[in-house]
């Protein structure tokens, strides 16, 4: 089957919903914690994830985005949860592009937040898929507090070596979860509770050689 960027999303989604739903592995402090940083625009359930991985963002319809709960697996140390949003446009050529904004509760109410944009135009100093820090998310919808103010958050602008959504997508979710006892197990997990196994393996062999190979996909 071919890679379906949407598709892994979902999946990936549902396991993030899965452990956040999970008092075990969300206790119910955590929770309120996230919530004092992001209010109720968190994705609770599969319908609003999945409703947000789907919509166009265009400018107008910011009430059905959610931050998505990321697989707490494995847990690593400093991070207490993660989230992302997927922002899904269309730009003047009607071609669709995608940006994350990723958000990092870290202990108390400190939260640290990215972007990760495609390219800006080619007469722009950012004209090209980059990661850097954000002071909020969604526009202006949430401030993120934990960037002291003499930090810069418009450079480093870091280079993603890639430019499709889907190859995008895996290494904002690398630098999360690491890679060979991180995202690949996770992968492995979320196929497999989709009765899908067979399928993971073209995924692990695109992340391999994006990490190993260097390729720019």
Known sequence: MPLDFEDLMRLYARQGIADWRDIKSTPHELQTRARDCLGWGIAQDETQAFVTIGTTYDGTNSDRLRFIPMPKRPSRPGIDRCFFLPIRTREHNYEEAVRFELFLL????????????????????????????????????????????????????????????????????????????????????????????????????????????????
């Open 106 to 217: 870290v202990t108390g109410r400190n939260c640290l937040a990215f972007r990760i944009e495609p390219p800006h135009r080619l007469s722009s100093a950012h004209s090209y898929v980059h990661a850097q820090l954000s002071r909020t998310m969604l526009g202006t919808s949430h401030e993120v507090k934990g960037i002291p103010d003499w930090l810069p958050d418009k450079y480093p602008a870091f280079p993603i070596l890639a430019s499709k959504p889907l190859s995008v997508f895996l290494c904002m979710a690398t630098a999360v979860h690491g890679y060979d006892t991180g995202l690949v197990p996770v992968l492995q997990d979320v196929f497999q509770k989709a009765s899908r196994a067979s399928e993971v393996a073209s995924y692990v062999d695109l992340l391999k050689k994006m990490l190993r190979d260097h390729a720019c996909f």
